[in-house]
C-alpha cells in the first residue's frame, strides 16, 4: 500500500521556538516512519513581512539545520527551502485566480497582523493562497500544523473544490492534523497570547537554540499569578496552566499527576524543573545544531537534494494542473 503523504513547514521568521517544537516539529518527527513526508522551510513566506536579506540569508540555513538538529532525517523525509522549488509560485498564481477575496478577507491572521501596521502589503493577503499551492503541490493528505493554522488549511480545501468544480478533479483533500494536547503554547510573558517567534519580547519565548541560562532565567521570569496553590486551571491560573503543559507534552507526564507531585509546594518549584526540563530537552538538539552550522558544505548539499526531489514531485503535479486549466504544455 502506498503511504499517505504529509507536508508541513514553518516560516523563516525569528528563531524556531519550544511553541514550534511542541505544536509543529516534535510531531513531525514521529510521523516520518508512517508516512511519506515532506517539510518545508517557508522562506517565500516570511517576504510578507520585511526581511534584512543577509539575515534571511543566514536563518534559513539555520532552520534547515534546526529541522535536522529535532530529529528530522533528510534520508527518510524531503526536507526542502520553499525558494527552491519554482512551482510553489507558479502554482499559486493559478490559484489566485480561482480565490475570491471575500474568502482571503475573513482570514484572522492577516486581520490580526494587518491591524498591526499601515503598510498593508499585497503578499500579506495572498500568503493562505501561497501555502494552499504548497499543499496542494504535493498531494498532501494530511497536513500537521497549529490551532492557529486551521483555518488556512480550511480555505485550502476549499481552494480544491473551487478547482475541481471547474477543471476536474486533480489535487488530493488534504486535512488538518492537529495534535490534541500542546497544540498551542503560550507566551511566557502574557499567557493570553500564543508563544510567538515574532514576538518583539524576547523573553516571551524560548527558542530552540538558546543557551541553558537564558532558558532557565525566561522560565523563572515567566509571568504567573500571585497566588501559591500548584493546580491546572487555564483560565484563572493560564500563566501555571501553560508552564504544566509545556511540562505534561515534555516529559509524556499527565497534568494531574504533575500536579499532584507538587502539592505543598510553590509555583518556584515548578519552575524550576521545568527549565531543567526544558534544558535537557534541548541539549542533544543543539548539539546536533552546532555540528551541522560547522559543515555547510554538508548542508547546502543536503538541501540541493531535499530540492531535486521536491522538484521532482511538484513539477509533476504543475504539468497536470497546466493541461487541465488548457495552457500549451512543450
Ligand atoms: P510559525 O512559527 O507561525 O511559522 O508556525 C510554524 C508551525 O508551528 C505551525 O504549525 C504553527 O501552528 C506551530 N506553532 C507556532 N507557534 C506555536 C505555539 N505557540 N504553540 C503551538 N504551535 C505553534
Ligand atoms: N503558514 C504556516 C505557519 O506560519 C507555515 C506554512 C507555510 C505551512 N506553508 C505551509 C504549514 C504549508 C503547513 C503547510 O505556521
Redo the contacts with the bound molecule.
Sequence with gaps: MTKKIIL????V?GN??L??Y???INNWTKLQEEYECLYMV?DLHALTVRQEPKELQARILSFYAQYIACGLDPKKNTLFVQSHVPAHAELQWILTTLTPIGYLNRMTQFKEKSEKTNEILAGLYMYPVLMAADILLYQANLV??????RQHLELSRDIVTFFHNRYGDTFTMPTAYIPKM?????SLQDPTK????SDENDKSFISIIDPPKSIEKKIKSSVTDSETVVSYDPEKKAGLANLLTIYSVLTGKNIDSIVASYQGKMYGHVKVDLAEIVVETFKPVQEKYHDLMKNQDHLLKLMKEGADKANAKANQTLTNVYKKIGLVNL
Design positions: 508541513s513547514g514553518s516560516t521568521t524556531l521556538t511553541g514550534n511542541i505544536g509543529a517557508a500537521p500544523v497549529g490551532e492557529d493554522q500542546g497544540a498551542k503554547i503560550m500564543k508563544m510567538s517567534k
